[in-house]
């Protein structure tokens, strides 16, 4: 599917590592901000909350921040 060089790794990503490699490789072919997801070249969507849904039908979960790191106003 993607036609880009250099070209994303390997859809079969056995790492989170190299799932997460793969997917910040990949170029966005469609854009819905609103919504909060993009679709990319490789067929993956990525979401606003950092999880991803792979072309082969497998689950990033979201790697959020907890809230006790967050920076606080002062």
Do not use: N
Not at 1 to 29: E, F, G, I, K, L
Not at 31 to 55: K, N, R, T, Y
């Amino acid at each position: 599917m993607c036609s880009h060089r250099p070209s994303c790794p390997s859809a079969q990503a056995d790492t989170a590592h190299m799932v997460t490699a793969r997917v910040t490789a990949a170029h966005v072919v469609s854009a819905h901000p609103e919504q909060g997801w993009s679709l990319l070249c490789d067929g993956s969507i990525v979401f606003d909350d950092s999880g991803a849904l792979l072309a082969d039908g497998s689950v990033v979960a979201p790697h959020r921040v907890p809230a006790a790191r967050l920076a606080r106003a002062a």
